[in-house]
């Protein structure tokens, strides 16, 4: 059964009138499927992400529109497959470059919603371009407290870079100080730590308003690094790697936990929609990740690089306890989000409005087909109903009936399906562009070709 409804009269009653609900989405980055409780996780417990599955729904096939971290990131703020608009790899830390981040043909969630009156907040990573067109202010976000590369170290004493004039390398740019809007600022806390007191201080300041807080931790992504605060909560761990990865995911929940407190401290929480997701499935062993029973790892287009933990909360409207087998994707939060705001997209969205299918407004499938692409690697998957086809290489095509075999086991030789599913696919293909920047693993080939890629006095 897809959708289970408890006591949905009484729900349908207390239904909230007002028309511009806030929007909040809590992003994870890297997080293994499984490494949730919601999702079965006995190792790490994670009671306040578990308040929104339980005070909404869960998603067992919540999938995110790309493997890794950019382009997902591209898709989900857009609201569009990323590759519509060539953002097909994840872009370099390249100060001086327009071209590597976010094209300016695209609208973001937030620029869309400031036409419904929204002020909006984003936190954490940001990963759309360091360019200073490319920054969250320029992209329709009212306020920014975060860093501009995909990935950041965590303790503040470890940030010792002031400015974009002191990197010199990729890499180097997770050691910048972090971005109060466009001011460099002395972080004292914890990263994850601080990214949670920004936005309880957000949520504090607009409780009369309508707001957006895209709240982009960048744990548990590399580097691995945790308080004692979390790390003794996990004595019972014996592996140091996975030890700090579930102190880091603990960190993510307690922050959850503060932003549900402070939307029920200032009885808002009825009028505020909650997401929660990870940005692609966990890349593990890397960073000691764990997706169950899924295949594969971030990266790949196997499941366990695009289904995530995904769940979603509206307390009034929504009705709690939910279980929703039906596919759903990052993609369908911008679409909800603007059905909700009432203001019309620049672009056409590819997402659709979720709200009604959880209520039970609409019945059936929110999507006849789910669609992915990877460029470089030449591979490629189609999620349709119960089946989905998938050729990670370039190489072969695989067909499994994904409902009773989420690991991709068992490959079925069902031609006819096959044929079906691959001629959708090739439509949907033929809307895509190639990649419009060279890509993280460019690194090298970028800096011959932009030798000043750094220097900013040349520009």
Known sequence: MAICLVNFLCFAQKKNTQTSPNIIIVLADDLGYNDVSFNGSTEIPTPNIDRIANNGVKFTNGYVSYAVCGPSRAGLITGRYQGRFGFSRNP????NDPSQGLPLSEETMAKTLSRGGYKSLALGKWHLGAHESQRPLKRGFTEFYGFLTGGHYYFPEDLTLNDISEIESQYAAYRTKLLKNDTRVEEKEYLTDALSREAVDFIGRNKDNPFFIYLAYNAPHTPLQATE???????????????????????????VGSV??????????????????????????????DNGALRGTKGSLWE?????????????????????????????????????????????????????????????????????????????????????????????????????DIGESNPLAEEKKAISMLKSFNNWLSMLMAPVFLGLKDDKKYNELHPDRFDLEKY
Do not use: C
């Open 260 to 289: 549900l407190d402070k939307l029920e401290e200032l009885e808002i929480s009825d009028n505020t929609l909650v997401f929660f997701l990870s940005d692609n499935g966990g890349p593990e062993p890397h960073n000691a990740s």
């Open 304 to 404: 366990g690089g695009i289904r995530v933990p995904f769940a979603v909360q509206w307390p009034g409207t929504i009705p709690a306890a939910q279980v929703y087998d039906h596919p759903i994707i990052s993609l369908d939060i911008f679409a909800t989000a603007a059905a909700l705001a009432k203001v019309k997209p620049k672009n056409k969205l590819d997402g659709v409005n979720l709200i009604p299918y959880l209520t039970g407004e609409e019945n059936g499938a929110p999507h006849k087909s789910l669609q992915w692409r990877m460029y470089d690697k030449k591979a490629y998957a189609i999620r349709k109903g119960d089946y989905k086809m998938v050729n990670v290489d370039g190489e072969k095509e695989m067909l499994f009936h994904i409902t009773n």
């Open 92 to 95: 370099l830390f390249a100060p």
């Open 229 to 255: 605060k979390y790390l003794s909560r996990f004595d019972h761990i014996t592996d140091k790697k996975r030890k700090t990865y579930a102190a880091m995911v603990s960190a993510v929940d307690d922050g």
